[in-house]
């Protein structure tokens, strides 16, 4: 979260530096995912044959160094070739987390803790810009080689890897899955892991543990026997095609088709609305200062700025728009903690089609607000519904496939969701200055397209 929402929040101050248009500003908050669909479905595959702690370990680590390399680096061009490449590991970092919780959690407690590692995920939406208010206005200008200024919003993407320091730190105390490493054959790891989390949840002696002998569920009973130990290349080549064939196999195509559309529309709404929302918020900033009251919708607004915010000679930006961003993120974790005691006796599937509706009434609200302040409200609603369905939807794919192909199922699916995520700030940065109104359109459509599909979505439970 820290990677992707970083950029956006120095969009509006380093556009002055690397002059931005509309259109680069987009590909920069889209570049990241550009490269993770390249890394997509290997992240996943590769989780679920070495291990979700090893490889979002190796994930995580590369993406600090290439955020302290972000921070210096000197052109648009060495920033989205940077972006891209984080994009690239991130998915090994991100992608193995939500199996990682699922596997360590029983049935009954699975949807609330993907809620609430989802809830903590929004914790840097209070981070980062309460980080922007600290830094941005600072008066930093330091010549480093004459190739380029370290100024306030360098400071700041280099100082937002410190939360990433502390997770990559904290990844080495995490054991692997007991599931995944009994799947694997590794009986004794896997009691062992199995002793250290009894004693510490019950505060007893591992000794005391009750469990002698573990043994696999029948459908990960018959896949472990299916392994093939020969080739380690060749092994993960073969699983590699046979899961991804597994997924669109007809017993679990329709739930891969639905978490894929589902994670397209999720993904590309909320990415699109929380990646502009600094842009949007700093436009409306600028509209007042020229026009001295604001009366306008959101797209009127964006078309009648576009010219004032290009051309604007003055890069002293104001920066009262970020306190909006640790609303959100405030308002984002009450929402998911309230969200995570309620989903089980009202249903995922209630909440997850109630918010799709809810979300598409609200983007199509925009269309015709012309008060700041609902403008600002509806934007921020639409931010915190969308973001609350992402750990519902991956519960839902935790719930349909079985342990062996979890990471695969989640990686490949999200696939579709970058997609929507990067091409949908691509298109909104196109489509923002002309055609404001026929985007918004496209996002109320998708909504409730995506929220009336869910209606026909049976459950089904892989334990």
């Given at each position: 979260m820290?990677?992707?929402?970083?950029?956006?929040?120095?969009?509006?101050?380093?556009?002055?530096?690397l002059h931005?248009t509309s259109?680069?500003k987009?590909?920069?908050?889209?570049?990241?995912?550009?490269?993770?669909?390249?890394?997509g479905?290997?992240?996943?595959?590769?989780?679920?044959?070495?291990g979700?702690?090893?490889i979002?370990?190796?994930?995580?680590?590369?993406?600090?160094?290439?955020?302290?390399?972000n921070?210096?680096?000197?052109d648009?061009?060495?920033?989205?070739i940077?972006?891209?490449?984080n994009?690239?590991?991130?998915?090994g970092?991100?992608t193995p987390v939500?199996?990682?919780?699922?596997?360590f959690?029983?049935i009954?407690?699975?949807?609330?803790?993907?809620?609430?590692?989802?809830?903590a995920?929004?914790?840097?939406n209070?981070?980062?810009?309460?980080m922007?208010l600290?830094?941005?206005?600072?008066?930093?200008e330091?010549p480093i080689?004459?190739?380029?200024?370290f100024?306030?919003?360098?400071?700041?993407l280099?100082?937002?890897t410190?939360?990433?320091?502390?997770a990559?730190?904290l990844?080495?105390?995490?054991?692997e899955?007991?599931?995944?490493?009994?799947?694997q054959?590794?009986?004794?790891r896997?009691?062992?892991?199995?002793k250290?989390?009894?004693?510490?949840n019950q505060?007893k002696r591992?000794d005391?543990?009750?469990?002698?002998n573990?043994?696999l569920d029948?459908?990960?009973r018959?896949?472990?026997g299916?392994?093939?130990?020969?080739?380690?290349?060749?092994?993960?080549?073969?699983?590699?095609i046979?899961?991804m064939?597994?997924?669109f196999?007809?017993?679990?195509i329709?739930?891969?088709?639905?978490?894929?559309v589902?994670?397209?529309?999720?993904l590309?709404v909320?990415n699109?609305y929380?990646?502009?929302?600094?842009e949007q918020?700093?436009r409306?900033?600028q509209?007042?200062?020229?026009?001295?009251v604001?009366d306008?919708?959101?797209?009127?607004?964006m078309?009648t700025t576009?010219?004032?915010v290009e051309?604007?000679?003055?890069c002293?930006?104001?920066y009262?728009?970020?306190?909006?961003g640790?609303?959100?993120?405030i308002l984002?974790?009450?929402?998911?903690?309230?969200?995570s005691?309620f989903?089980d006796?009202?249903?995922?599937?209630?909440?997850?089609?109630?918010?799709?509706?809810?979300?598409?009434a609200m983007?199509?609200?925009l269309?015709f607000f012309?008060?700041?302040?609902?403008?600002?409200?509806?934007?921020?609603s639409?931010?915190?519904m969308t973001?609350?369905l992402?750990?519902?939807?991956?519960?839902?794919?935790?719930?349909?496939?079985?342990?062996y192909?979890?990471?695969t199922?989640?990686?490949?699916t999200?696939i579709f969701?970058?997609l929507g995520?990067?091409g949908?700030?691509?298109?909104?940065?196109?489509l923002y200055?002309?055609?404001?109104?026929?985007?918004?359109y496209?996002?109320t459509?998708?909504?409730?397209?995506?929220?009336?599909?869910?209606?026909?979505?049976?459950?089904?439970n892989?334990?």
């Amino acid at each position: 979260m820290l990677n992707i929402q970083g950029m956006s929040m120095i969009l509006p101050v380093a556009r002055c530096d690397l002059h931005l248009t509309s259109s680069e500003k987009g590909t920069l908050t889209s570049i990241t995912f550009a490269g993770m669909l390249f890394s997509g479905p290997f992240s996943g595959i590769l989780s679920d044959a070495f291990g979700r702690v090893r490889i979002s370990l190796m994930g995580q680590a590369v993406c600090v160094l290439l955020m302290i390399l972000n921070s210096f680096a000197p052109d648009t061009t060495s920033l989205m070739i940077i972006n891209f490449i984080n994009g690239f590991a991130l998915t090994g970092a991100i992608t193995p987390v939500y199996v990682l919780v699922s596997e360590f959690c029983p049935i009954h407690f699975r949807t609330r803790a993907l809620i609430i590692c989802s809830t903590a995920a929004t914790l840097s939406n209070i981070y980062l810009p309460a980080m922007a208010l600290l830094i941005m206005p600072l008066d930093i200008e330091i010549p480093i080689f004459k190739i380029l200024t370290f100024s306030s919003w360098r400071l700041f993407l280099l100082l937002s890897t410190i939360p990433n320091l502390l997770a990559l730190i904290l990844l080495w105390r995490i054991p692997e899955t007991p599931k995944f490493l009994l799947i694997q054959g590794h009986k004794e790891r896997t009691l062992e892991v199995l002793k250290n989390i009894y004693a510490v949840n019950q505060k007893k002696r591992k000794d005391e543990y009750p469990v002698f002998n573990v043994t696999l569920d029948l459908i990960d009973r018959d896949y472990a026997g299916l392994k093939d130990e020969s080739n380690l290349f060749w092994s993960t080549l073969k699983q590699m095609i046979s899961r991804m064939i597994l997924l669109f196999s007809r017993k679990y195509i329709i739930y891969s088709l639905m978490s894929c559309v589902l994670l397209f529309t999720q993904l590309g709404v909320y990415n699109i609305y929380i990646l502009w929302l600094p842009e949007q918020l700093s436009r409306m900033n600028q509209y007042i200062e020229i026009n001295g009251v604001f009366d306008e919708t959101l797209c009127n607004m964006m078309m009648t700025t576009v010219n004032s915010v290009e051309n604007v000679d003055d890069c002293v930006l104001k920066y009262d728009f970020f306190s909006y961003g640790i609303i959100l993120g405030i308002l984002q974790c009450a929402l998911g903690l309230l969200v995570s005691f309620f989903a089980d006796r009202i249903g995922k599937k209630v909440i997850l089609i109630g918010f799709l509706y809810l979300a598409s009434a609200m983007s199509f609200s925009l269309l015709f607000f012309n008060m700041q302040y609902l403008i600002i409200a509806a934007l921020i609603s639409v931010a915190i519904m969308t973001s609350v369905l992402f750990p519902l939807i991956m519960t839902l794919i935790m719930d349909f496939y079985p342990t062996y192909v979890r990471s695969t199922a989640s990686a490949v699916t999200i696939i579709f969701g970058r997609l929507g995520a990067s091409g949908g700030n691509q298109i909104m940065g196109l489509l923002y200055d002309n055609h404001c109104d026929k985007a918004f359109y496209g996002i109320t459509a998708i909504l409730a397209a995506t929220g009336t599909m869910c209606l026909f979505m049976r459950s089904k439970n892989n334990h």
